[in-house]
Nanobody
């Protein structure tokens, strides 16, 4: 069993910063990628950022403001969020894509952490 535990969410004013962390534990399999998704009120879950090896990918809405990074030794991924806007308000979910065997991957999700940005 794999667990993903997020932390670092909270309430912040527009223009402020937060840093989210997500630690994977349990029966860790080889990690293909890790990432962050978010779901705002009344919206569908959307990609925020992913990291695969040394490569990163960002949603256009967060480029230049958010930075994803990882610590392989700790099986942890971080999301540094700067210049936050009210529209960044959402529940942020950590995701890990792990390789069970060749040709079979499993995707795991954290429980989510609330980020609220006030104007």
């Amino acid at each position: 069993q794999v667990q993903l535990v997020e932390s670092g969410g909270g309430l912040v004013q527009a223009g402020g910063s937060l840093k989210l962390s997500c630690a994977a534990s349990g029966s860790i399999l080889p990690i293909n990628s890790m990432g962050w998704y978010r779901q705002g009120p009344g919206k569908q879950r959307e990609l925020v950022a992913t990291i695969t090896g040394g490569s990163t990918n960002y949603a256009d809405s967060v480029k230049g403001r958010f930075t994803i990074s990882g610590d392989n030794a700790k099986n942890t991924v971080y999301l540094q969020m700067n210049s936050l806007k009210p529209e960044d308000t959402a529940v942020y979910y950590c995701n890990a894509d792990m390789r069970v065997r060749v040709g079979l991957n499993n995707r795991y999700w954290g429980q989510g952490t609330q980020v609220t940005v006030t104007s």
